[in-house]
């Protein structure tokens, strides 16, 4: 068993160790850096990694990353196929038909952007992880989303129910007049505003391919 003293040096000898399974699947893993770090155009709340196309790096390599939320070797590894799938198809297809089939020859299954092991490549996964040693770092955990201060006044038509959110610093003056039928309207309670980035429409939108742009930014 190997013992690694940094993150990026397991995951460099990780990549090695998975070049059979997409060699054994026909493909050929490009040249990559992997590294530990946020998504930079996901939540790091639900986004567990991240591939940057070749054209929007400066070594012209692709570039993954991997979510310091994960610390356990299996569910690094699965993730980090994800990610090399999408640097095989170098970030062309998102989440679409191209991908999908590197996915499911390698070893994939389920929803496209949730792929993920199937039982007998995460037996394989648990073996490279047996070989690689522990992984050199402890997840970072995140607080729950906790309610800010603000909070957000609405006022709404007794009648035809057209519905307004009042700003705090025009809410003294009263609710306003409705422009269908001319009445004021009522307030309502003012409602709470969580401070939370729980959804994310790049990590969870089902289906489809995404817009050109976005895809050659990066792929989660």
Known sequence: MK???V??????????????????AGYAIPPVRVSCGFPASSSPRTTLGQCWPRERSGGGVNEIFISPKIDDPVQLLDTLVHELCHAV??????????FKGIAQTVGLEGPARMAHATEELTVKLMMISQELGPYPHQAIVFPPPRPSNASRS??????????????????????????KDNIRMLEDAPETIENTTEYDSDSVTKGGKSAPDQIRRAIS
């Not at 993150?7 to 054994?24: G, I, M, Q, T, Y």
């Not at 198809?89 to 191209?98: A, K, L, M, P, T």
Request: include cysteine; proline fraction near 5%; charged fraction near 30%.
């Open 3 to 5: 013992q690694h003293s």
């Open 7 to 24: 993150r990026e040096a397991w995951l460099e000898d990780a990549v090695r160790h998975l070049e059979p399974v997409f060699s054994k």
């Open 89 to 98: 198809d170098d970030c062309f297809s998102g989440h679409g038909e191209d």
């Open 154 to 179: 609405k006022a709404k038509c007794g009648q035809c129910g057209y519905e307004v959110t009042l700003l705090k610093k025009w809410a003294s003056y009263g609710a306003p007049i409705c422009p």
